[in-house]
């Protein structure tokens, strides 16, 4: 029997389409979804903005009015050893509660217990390069390219009460010429069973006085001006490693 040129083609769309549906039901689209959330306190109180209420390890009196910064390279560890990456920059600006959240919803979450939760404050160096944004607000963390260009890896401004004289500061943080400052934080207790369905959140809390301190005090007085100062962008990094805390939710 032969069949005409249409027929065949008939044939040929039922046939795929028979074998798409039953792909579909060997596919589990059920999959656990992880939210990781960054929150930013001053020691144990929320984070208010340009107000001077708040002292540092140095003694300085002082406000926040800008606190925005990139995080990149998240990575979750299962009991197993093996890992779940998200090598996908995010920026977050602490008065802008839409940007707080990084959600894996985009991606298949494996159901598994983990174990760990790691990521880069900063930008990896791949990342780093001038031009990878091109729109604000990414866009406006741009670093100098006479400083090695890239961007910021954080914004952190405010005004601060020196000898009763208000003064700016600007702990402007980042990549100095071809020396990366990246800090890798780390949560190794993170004890989180998923199966899928579940939804959970692993809020990473910024306490931001410890900008200042541990293991280096740094003075309010000399936050300014601190892009050629490799000196402090390394003091900065120390200090780094110890701003965040972590509660799963």
């Not at 144990?44 to 009196?61: C, M």
């Not at 298949?108 to 930008?123: A, C, K, N, Q, R």
């Amino acid at each position: 029997m032969k069949l005409s040129f249409l027929s065949f083609v008939f044939l040929v769309l039922s046939f795929t389409m028979f074998m798409s549906c039953n792909n579909d039901d060997d596919i589990d689209l059920n999959f656990p979804q992880i939210n990781i959330m960054f929150s930013h306190f001053v020691d144990n109180e929320p984070l208010s903005f340009d107000t001077v209420i708040y002292t540092n390890a140095a003694g300085n009196k002082y406000s926040v009015s800008t606190l925005r910064y990139f995080v990149s390279n998240i990575v979750l560890t299962k009991e197993d050893g093996s890992t779940e990456g998200f090598n996908i920059p995010h920026y977050i600006d602490a008065t802008d509660e839409s940007t707080f959240t990084f959600s894996s919803s985009p991606f298949p979450i494996p159901d598994g217990e983990y174990t760990s939760l790691s990521f880069v404050f900063g930008l990896t160096e791949a990342q780093n390069v001038t031009g990878a944004f091109v729109n604000p607000p990414e866009s406006n963390m741009e670093w100098p390219v006479p400083l090695g260009g890239g961007y910021h890896y954080m914004k952190l401004e405010g005004k601060f009460d020196s000898t009763s004289t208000v003064k700016n500061y600007q702990d402007h943080f980042g990549r100095l010429m071809t020396t990366p400052h990246t800090i890798n934080i780390t949560y190794d207790n993170l004890d989180l069973i998923l199966v899928g369905g579940d939804e959970k959140t692993i809020e990473c809390k910024m306490n931001v006085n410890n900008w200042w301190s541990t293991p280096n005090t740094l003075n309010l007085n000399i936050m300014s001006g601190i892009m050629q100062d490799e000196a402090i962008q390394e003091q900065l990094q120390q200090n780094g490693a110890n701003i965040f805390t972590f509660e799963v939710q």
